[in-house]
């Protein structure tokens, strides 16, 4: 299945479903479960970090977690396995949602521009996670200036459907998980990219690491972890029906 408007307008029928409650969704949603994908990258600045490679930070706790969580607290088919897969794989195609962690370590070659800014023409979303600062933010924004040209991120504000389409969350009050800022809860933004139509193509996380949350469910930054899981299925269900 490619991502296109026949695709898409199944997933989004499914997803609509699971929102309003309906019974019979976890068989009905078979065919269109969603699998967490996460994105593989290469790293001009060694590759490695604390926690090991820069795309693999909580992994595969993090999706491990998640996984129990949305099954948890939703009827969303949930595929196994998660899988890890490059920009250039064509399975990209078939996932509505991708993962990126460490997006200020991310550089792409050309061709994984043109693959990226492909999967996000044709109804894809992205989200960006586990950064901090202004040298790792302007890196995730120069890559994304080469995949939308011209297309600047604006702050998702508090009011944005996003906050409430399955849990009410807060994101004003919900405490950053990242080095340098941990239990602040004025560090963190939300910065998002918008098609032509209004479409939210991508999220990132700024000043913020939901994935850390997913990882470590038994600390307690404030209930932070709890909050992470409700973000994490609220982006999910939001790029799942729009």
Not at 58 to 63: C, H, I, K, L, N
Not at 93 to 107: D, K, M, R
Request: charged content about 25%; glycine content about 8%; proline content about 6%.
């Amino acid at each position: 299945m490619m991502l296109g408007k026949v695709a898409r307008l199944a997933w989004c029928a499914c997803a609509l479903m699971l929102v309003d409650g309906a019974p019979s969704l976890a068989f009905a949603q078979a065919d269109y479960g969603f699998r967490f994908i996460r994105i593989r990258f290469e790293s001009p600045y060694g590759g490695r970090g604390w926690g090991g490679e820069m795309w693999a930070h909580d992994f595969p706790t993090a999706e491990e977690n998640f996984y129990v969580a949305l099954r948890r607290t939703t009827t969303i088919h949930v595929q196994e396995p998660y899988l890890v897969l490059d920009l250039k794989d064509d399975r990209i195609f078939e996932h509505p949602i991708l993962y990126l962690c460490e997006p200020g370590y991310w550089q792409m070659d050309e061709e994984e521009v043109l693959r990226l800014r492909e999967y996000l023409e044709r109804g894809g979303f992205i989200l960006f996670d586990d950064f901090r600062g202004d040298y790792e933010w302007v890196n995730l924004y120069q890559e994304m200036q080469r995949v939308l040209p011209g297309n600047e991120p604006v702050e998702l504000p508090p009011t944005h459907p996003v906050w409430s389409i399955y849990f009410d969350v807060d994101p004003v009050a919900a405490p950053s998980l990242v080095s340098g800022y941990q239990g602040s809860t004025d560090a963190d933004r939300y910065m998002a990219y918008f098609d032509r139509e209004g479409r939210l193509m991508a999220l990132a996380n700024r000043n913020q690491d939901i994935g850390d949350g997913w990882e470590y469910p038994d600390r307690d930054f404030a209930n932070a972890s709890t909050v992470s899981f409700q973000m994490g299925i609220n982006f999910v269900m939001y790029a799942l029906t729009h």
